[in-house]
T-cell receptor
Framework: GAGVSQSPRYKVAKRGQDVALRCDPISGHVSLFWYQQALGQGPEFLTY????????KSGLPSDRFFAERPEGSVSTLKIQRTQQEDSAVYLCASSTTSRRDTLGDIQYFGAGTRLSVL | GENVEQHPSTLSVQEGDSAVIKCTYSDSASNYFPWYKQELGKRPQLIID?????GEKKDQRIAVTLNKTAKHFSLHITETQPEDSAVYFC????????????FGAGTQVVVTP
């Protein structure tokens, strides 16, 4: 079966433009995570969905960042009025986790979208 | 919140030697500790994980140890091969967090033939 798919793989935006990044999780996976990975750093948590519900958005850096998963499968991360500091790789991951007190389930990552803001 | 520190940032080893990467975490409620391997431009891939009810886990040439008292965990790769060259990330998640991961900064491993 297919893994986590992200598109586009690369995105160049002029400062001030809006961008939308797409994530197709593994079919049937309840949980979906977005992470931001700056060059040479580990991924940083942005937001979490359980089905269509956004249960944690504590990692979103500003109100310019918005994520949705309206039907509980595909998710979109939108960044409005992009700025140079938004340049990073945006990773999506999915897992079967569905309990708050999880013992931890494997997160499967996509290849990411590399965003460059000029 | 959770803070995960990872050392060293770079590691160069001769083929056939062992490699060890160490991570410490700050949140005593953390209970899940995965290790990911990421090759340049590729997706992070899980190579091994350990839960807080276990002290050690091994999978062929890869092993992970966990010391809950000291709040540190380590990745051990034996008989290294050139294809082990990559960036390795440790991570931790705590109970009641829906599984969100806090990552270390990564270790660049270079295995020279």
């Amino acid at each position: 079966g297919a893994g986590v798919s992200q598109s586009p793989r690369y995105k160049v935006a002029k400062r001030g433009q809006d961008v939308a990044l797409r994530c197709d999780p593994i079919s049937g996976h309840v949980s979906l995570f977005w992470y931001q990975q700056a060059l040479g750093q580990g991924p940083e948590f942005l937001t979490y969905f359980q089905n269509e519900a956004q249960l944690d958005k504590s990692g979103l850096p500003s109100d310019r960042f918005f994520a949705e998963r309206p039907e509980g499968s595909v998710s979109t991360l939108k960044i409005q009025r992009t700025q140079q500091e938004d340049s990073a790789v945006y990773l999506c991951a999915s897992s079967t986790t569905s309990r708050r007190d999880t013992l931890g389930d494997i997160q499967y990552f996509g290849a990411g979208t590399r965003l460059s803001v000029l | 919140g959770e803070n995960v520190e990872q050392h060293p940032s770079t590691l160069s080893v001769q083929e056939g030697d062992s490699a060890v990467i160490k991570c410490t975490y700050s949140d005593s409620a953390s209970n899940y500790f995965p290790w990911y391997k990421q090759e340049l431009g590729k997706r992070p891939q899980l190579i091994i994980d350990i839960r807080s009810n276990v002290g050690e886990k091994k999978d062929q040439r890869i092993a992970v140890t966990l010391n809950k008292t000291a709040k540190h965990f380590s990745l051990h790769i034996t008989e290294t091969q050139p294809e082990d060259s990559a960036v390795y990330f440790c991570a931790a998640s705590r109970a009641d967090s829906w599984g969100k991961l806090q990552f270390g900064a990564g270790t660049q491993v270079v295995v020279t033939p």
